[in-house]
């Protein structure tokens, strides 16, 4: 996958390249990496704190992996993955917002940056704990900053559009 497409080893690359059903179940697998473990640390703290700490830590990990020499990937599926556990209200809000983008505009990238300040705005308009705000705004703001070069391509008009996926 780094030398395929985008070079990135998330779900959008991996549809590109492999096609629908490796691309969903790398979308499913990146959102289990922050899920199963937000959700351990809520069941065995009980702290939403605790939680909303290891769901950031998640991220972060995936964003930027020791073993991959900190080249990971941009924390969308992971994101959601992790507030699907804290916020699911917020996470269903994030993910109509990402699905209604990217099905008007046929560009990922515009999806995942507005579900990104869609769950931000959702944690805080629905009135979750200022944990789970904190975390959210967090790894808000690394999606952004981890889309760096779609900013660039999208503002000069040449960011990729989805198309049919393989098999």
């Known amino acids: 996958l780094r030398h395929s497409g985008s070079g990135n080893t998330g779900a959008t690359n991996v549809l590109r390249t492999a096609g629908a059903g ?9 959102g289990l990496k922050a899920a199963l473990p937000t959700w351990i640390a809520w069941a065995l703290s009980g702290q939403i704190e605790v939680a909303s700490g290891v769901a950031l830590a998640a991220v972060l990990g995936h964003c930027f992996p020791v073993t991959a020499g900190f080249r990971g990937g941009k924390g969308v599926a992971c994101a959601l993955g992790a507030l699907l556990v804290l916020a699911p209200s917020a996470a269903g809000v994030a993910a109509l917002a990402f699905a209604l983008l990217v099905g008007f505009s046929r560009i990922v990238s515009i999806g995942s940056l507005a579900g990104a300040a869609v769950a931000l705005l959702a944690t805080i308009g629905l009135g979750y704990p200022t944990a789970v705000i904190g975390s959210t705004a967090a790894m808000s703001t690394v999606i952004w900053l ?3 070069a779609n900013l660039r391509r999208l503002v000069a008009g040449t960011e990729p559009h989805l198309s049919a996926p393989k098999g």
Do not use: I, Q
């Open 146 to 148: 981890r889309h760096h």
């Open 22 to 30: 490796l691309g969903v179940a790398t979308l499913l697998g990146d």
